[in-house]
């Protein structure tokens, strides 16, 4: 336990009463795994996000951030210190016309990603359709720069505005941003601690260009119809798994000609439709799903001698 009565009362504060210990973070990641956090906030605005990460960051209590939890393994020990969650508060979609062809759309880390994808159709405004079917917020989907054969995030993203642990925010434009295959590095502020805490995606800004929200429908029904087809959609996951090697098969290919598909741990089963998705039938623990990962990892790493890389984040106890 990293939280002392002192810093209990000031979290109560800071929150104006809404913490929640011993939250069960099964309840907010899409596995439905993982132990409790020992606090849990989710801030209403950015105003009360920079006084709790600044007080967090002054009393060396760690903090993690989580979107929507859909990329993410909680272990079942939990975690210590204070997760805060963006979603669903610090969700909202503002609209700039730039130009008669081109918009400018400034979206809070906090919002669904479905949600953004689906406004933007409405408003006949193309770019997004890539992302659909992609679960979490705009700013786990930032992070990781997530993306699908039909393009990436860095493809549309024209800025990002960060918040630092000293409460500090800072606008920065694509170019100084570096992005890479479903990661986005982002730059850490020393706040003179020797504990690091994490720069926090506050919102992003995307470049897209008018079309007709008809044709945008079609398209966006026909990608839907398409990733059902090929993907797991009932039972909770955490999406892909593995990352894709850079070369040669994907994690999705190699795992299916090693014969792995239905193998299961536990309640944590490699899904029968797409090999590179774990899903977990009801009654899996974090312990089940991360057992697998290894054995699923091993066997490719013994048959085809490629080392695959998790793409879903661990972390916990
Ligand atoms: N394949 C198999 N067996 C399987 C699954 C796939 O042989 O069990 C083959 C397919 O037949 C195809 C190839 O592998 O020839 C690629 O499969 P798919 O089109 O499903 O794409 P993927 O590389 O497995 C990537 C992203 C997905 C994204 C899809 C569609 C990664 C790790 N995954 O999957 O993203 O939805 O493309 O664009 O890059 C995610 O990130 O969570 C995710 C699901």
Redesign the pocket.
């Known amino acids: 336990m990293l939280l002392d009565a002192d810093a209990r009362r000031w979290l109560a504060d800071v929150t104006f009463s809404r913490v929640r210990y011993e939250e069960p973070m099964s309840r907010h990641t899409s596995f439905r795994v993982g132990g409790p956090a020992e606090a849990f906030v989710a801030p209403k605005t950015s105003d009360e996000l920079s006084a709790l990460v600044l007080g967090l960051a002054d009393r060396e209590i760690p903090y993690h951030i989580v979107g929507g939890g859909?990329?993410l393994i909680v272990t079942d020990a939990g975690i210590s210190g204070v997760v805060i969650c963006l979603k669903p508060c610090m969700s909202e979609i503002f609209i700039e016309n730039i130009s008669s062809s081109q918009s400018r759309v400034t979206v809070m880390a906090g919002t669904s990603l479905r949600l953004f994808c689906s406004h933007v159709i409405r408003k006949g405004l193309k770019g997004m359709n890539?992302a659909l079917?992609?679960?979490g917020t705009v700013g786990g989907a930032i992070r990781?720069n997530?993306?699908?054969?039909?393009g990436w995030i860095s493809d549309v993203l024209e800025s990002i505005t960060v918040m630092y642990p000293s409460g500090l925010q800072e606008m920065i434009g694509r170019n100084a941003l570096s992005f890479s295959?479903?990661k986005l590095m982002l730059p850490q502020l020393s706040c003179g601690k020797t504990f690091s805490h994490q720069t926090i995606i506050i919102s992003g800004r995307f470049s897209l260009v008018r079309a007709s929200s008809t044709d945008l429908k079609h398209e966006a029904t026909e990608i839907l119809k398409n990733?059902k087809c090929?993907?797991p959609a009932t039972l909770p996951s955490?999406?892909?798994?593995?990352?894709?090697p850079l070369v040669g098969?994907?994690?999705?290919?190699l795992?299916?000609?090693c014969g792995l598909?239905g193998l299961k741990i536990g309640g944590a089963a490699v899904?029968v439709?797409?090999?590179?998705?774990i899903v977990n039938d009801g009654s899996a623990v974090a312990a089940d799903i991360l057992s697998l990962m290894d054995s699923v990892r091993n066997t490719v790493f013994e048959r085809f001698n490629v080392n695959l890389e998790p793409?879903v984040i661990v972390i916990g106890n």
């Open positions: 859909t990329n890539f079917g992609i679960p990781m997530a993306g699908t054969a039909l295959y479903r990733r090929r993907q955490a999406g892909c798994i593995f990352k894709n098969k994907t994690a999705g290919e795992i299916d000609h598909k899904s439709k797409h090999a590179n998705f793409e």
